[in-house]
């Protein structure tokens, strides 16, 4: 996939206040189409270059550049509006893109069939499950219509079996939509499933610490061989960043 | 049945998809054919793959959720409706047994039938009817300006900080303020009339609405305004289609609180300011009945009192509550 970039981090740092430095020097270009995951021990500001992106917090150094029109952002709680259907929760979004008021009805069903979800629609998220109410979020992180999508460790609080099956749907939904997605995790396993590239960031100040692109990603699950033959060579190079702490 | 099921579409998967993977690993092509062959072979995938994942993932839903009870009507009955009303009934029936056997002089210790008569003599008489329809229409006019005049002023010390700062305590130290304590203050500024009871029943309602708002817009979980944000909402639409929802079980809690305290201020108002223009209200014929020394009139009065406040309760607010708190999941089954 030879797209040009969609996102463009350049010598990006970011300290909060006068606290010590967590993002020091990162570069990463990200290409148009291209799935990202940040991959990261505690404390390696994974979420904070995620909040730069999509434009939630201002870099200190460096500059980042984003598509024009934003980006999607899907967060670990799903934050569905609790008083509103799955629908609803949606049209939220369409309405707040501005779409004509005919024409949300229609767009949320179909987007909610995009994620399985068509009959879940009249639903409220206290009747949904955890990963039921992550693909309501994902659908109205699609209704958006922003070219990329922004993902903060959004599987981190669902059980494995869910998980690995909300793993195949979002790999759908990218190779269906097209979308940049930059996914977020601390999950070594899910980073080596998910991503077309893995991103190591070091902890304490998080710098890009190694970089794997994996050429053939379909037809992938978390218990191929090939994801954990990479795993172990990631989770390697992050031990390896973890204890340079300990000293 | 189903965790079979589950079982077994896992185990098969796999090598599936390592078949796939093994096809494709196989035929030696240039970059830009093999890009070509892949989207095929990925369509190919996802139509298969698709109807496989949309059936597993229909099934895992049915698993992790239950259906919906439906909330028996007789349950919510036995568990809920006939308690009170039984209690009621044995404390009444007590008290007339009492009456029998004891047998006290009647002008200290009325017989509930006596009361009953009060009543029903009040409403010969249409007092009671007067009475009740000017103090409705007082305490519920005098809520609604409460509201009216509480909504703007909670929302704007919830939004804006240095405000809440600076008037919030003073607010919540009014709530603990009786509003009875208004009552002369009032009477010398607007002399004896509507006004003054107006005047008391705002003072006594509008904390209660206003803190009531501010609670509710303190506990809104700060992610879902982070959500209204990066889905591209505004302040303007950001406090209107997030924050105000988000706070309405608070404001809703707040509301009922300040109608508690409208109907107490504006008895506690028509008890002490009688005369003048102040028409005659259920608080003017709790007074009339104590100069009469009549005080079976007295307990008549204070029963309807009771009634109207538990009657809007359960009419008017605890159903609107109930049903915005399920519609939320903050309220299970209903019967517990």
């Not at chain 1, 992180?141 to 909300?166: C, G, K, S």
């Not at chain 2, 035929?27 to 072979?41: E, K, M, N, V, W």
Request: charged share 20%.
């Amino acid at each position: 996939m030879s797209g040009q970039a969609a996102i463009r981090i350049e010598q990006l740092g970011k300290r909060f206040g006068a606290g010590p430095l967590v993002l020091d020097d990162v570069n990463l270009s990200i290409e148009s189409g291209e799935f990202v995951c940040l991959l990261g021990a505690s404390g390696c500001g994974k979420s904070t270059l995620l909040n730069l992106i999509a434009g939630l917090d201002r870099p200190t150094t460096g500059a980042i550049d984003v598509p024009a029109e934003g980006a999607a952002v899907m967060f670990q709680e799903s934050a569905l509006m609790p008083w509103l259907t799955a629908r609803q929760n949606v049209e939220l979004a369409l309405r707040l893109r501005g779409v004509a008021r005919t024409a949300r009805r229609a767009e949320a069903l179909e987007l909610l069939d995009t994620v399985n979800l068509a009959d879940a629609a009249e639903k409220r998220p206290h009747e949904l499950s955890g990963g039921m109410r992550q693909r309501v979020a994902l659908a109205r992180a699609l209704a958006q219509d922003r070219p990329v999508l922004l993902m903060d460790e959004p599987f981190a609080a669902l059980d494995a079996i869910t998980r690995d099956l909300l793993h195949e749907e979002l790999e759908r939904v990218w190779r269906r939509t097209g979308r940049t997605i930059v996914f977020v995790t601390h999950n070594v396993r899910e980073a080596a499933r998910l991503g077309q590239r893995v991103v190591l960031l070091s902890s304490r100040p998080g710098r890009v610490a190694g970089e794997w692109r994996i050429a053939e990603t379909s037809g992938r699950r978390i218990e191929s061989p090939e994801v954990a033959a990479l795993s172990i060579e990631i989770t390697e190079q992050l031990r390896k960043e973890i204890r340079r702490n300990a000293a | 049945m189903p965790h079979d099921d589950i079982a077994g579409r896992g185990t098969q998967d796999p090598t599936a998809g390592r078949v796939a993977t093994k096809e494709r690993t196989e035929t030696p092509a240039a970059d830009p054919a093999s890009s070509g062959l892949d989207t095929l072979a990925g369509a190919r995938y996802s139509t298969n793959e698709a109807d496989d994942l949309r059936s597993l993932e229909a099934g895992l839903d049915r698993l992790q959720t239950d259906d919906a009870r439906g909330t028996n009507a007789w349950r919510t009955f036995t568990t809920s409706v006939l308690p009170p009303i039984i209690f009621v009934v044995v404390l009444i029936a007590a008290w007339q047994v009492y009456v029998w056997i004891v047998q006290p002089r009647p002008d200290i210790v009325p017989s509930p039938i006596s009361v009953v008569t009060a009543i029903s003599d009040a409403w010969q008489s249409d007092r009671l009817q007067t009475a009740v329809l000017t103090s409705l229409e007082r305490g519920v006019f005098g809520f609604l300006i409460a509201v009216v005049v509480g909504t703007p002023l909670g929302l704007l010390l919830a939004e804006v900080k240095p405000l809440r700062r600076a008037i919030g305590p003073i607010i919540s130290g009014l709530q603990v303020l009786p509003s009875v304590a208004w009552v002369p203050a009032a009477i010398l500024w607007f002399g004896l009339t509507d006004a003054t009871v107006y005047f008391v029943v705002l003072m006594g309602a509008t904390p209660s609405i206003i803190n009531g708002l501010i609670s509710g817009v303190e506990q809104v979980p700060p992610q879902l305004r982070r959500v209204g944000t990066v889905l591209g909402a505004g302040p303007a639409r950001l406090a209107t289609l997030v924050v105000l929802p988000a706070a309405l079980p608070g404001y809703v809690a707040g509301l009922k609180q300040g109608w508690a305290f409208s109907w107490r201020s504006l008895m506690a108002a028509e008890i002490i300011a009688t005369g003048g223009t102040i028409g005659f209200g259920l608080g003017s014929m709790l007074d009339q009945s104590r100069e009469l020394a009549d005080l079976a009139g007295v307990l008549a009065t204070i029963l309807v009192i009771l009634a109207i406040g538990i009657l809007i309760e359960l009419v008017f607010f605890a159903p609107l509550e109930r049903r915005m708190l399920r519609r939320r999941g903050l309220l299970q089954g209903g019967t517990k």
